[in-house]
């Protein structure tokens, strides 16, 4: 229960700060960020579409080689007991490969004890600097998802709520979770209805721990997109 409430707790502050629970957030020493070379560390903003005119999907993340807008180089609490591989080609949902993550329970048990992983621009961004989108007019986050044996517990997928306390903060955050994977693929919505997307750096989120997946956690992400 001290192990359940002392994580529940740097879950609730990562709301306010992502930072929280990491000495040094982001990227570990000599990790590199994944997809680092495919994204734009410019902070470019998507103009807000006129009014009565269809949100045209956004991309997080497609396929390796695609136009992501996102890079998935947010270790969180250090990335040592993560690796992800966003080249997997093996039953991916859409194109021609997905992101696979391995979160290693065992080596999480010796440490901090839960893991998360933010898809940012530019990468490893904390809101330290610019790099926020304007997804003004976006109503929803989709993506695909599956656990590799089922039953892998996702305690929250995000969108946002990055950079609470620095200079550059996301103006919002929205979130859905617990999520209890299944062996099929399956379509997630985290609904944006109502939220501020003025700014966002923060694009895509997860984060999980021991408790919930004592054993193994291994599980797979597909077609990330704001529509």
Not at 36 to 58: K, Y
Not at 109 to 123: F, H, L, S, V
Request: glycine share 10%; net charge neutral; proline share 4%.
């Amino acid at each position: 229960m001290i192990k359940r409430f002392c994580y529940l707790i740097c879950v609730s502050f990562l709301a306010v700060n992502a930072v929280a629970c990491s000495n040094t957030p982001g990227t570990t020493a000599g990790k590199k960020s994944a997809g680092e070379t495919t994204t734009a560390s410019a902070s470019i903003s998507v103009r807000p579409q006129a009014q009565g005119v269809a949100f045209e999907p956004f991309i997080v993340y497609q396929d390796k080689n695609s136009r992501n807008k996102y890079t998935p180089s947010g270790y969180m609490p250090t990335g040592d007991c993560l690796n992800l591989d966003d080249a997997w080609q093996h039953d991916v949902k859409e194109g021609k490969t997905c992101t696979r993550i391995v979160y290693d329970v065992a080596c999480s048990w010796e440490g901090r004890k839960w893991a998360g992983m933010y898809w940012q621009n530019p990468p490893d961004n904390w809101g330290t600097r610019k790099g926020g989108y304007n997804l003004t007019g976006a109503v929803r986050l989709v993506f695909w998802a599956k656990g590799e044996m089922g039953g892998e517990r996702i305690e929250e997928f995000r969108t946002g709520g990055l950079g609470g306390s620095q200079t550059y903060p996301d103006t919002d955050t929205a979130i859905i979770g617990p999520v209890i994977l299944t062996k099929e693929w399956k379509e997630y919505t985290i609904d944006l209805r109502g939220k501020d997307l003025s700014y966002i750096s923060g694009g895509f989120a997860w984060v999980t721990n021991v408790d919930a997946n004592p054993h193994h956690c291994t599980f797979y992400l597909d077609n990330i997109r704001f529509e």
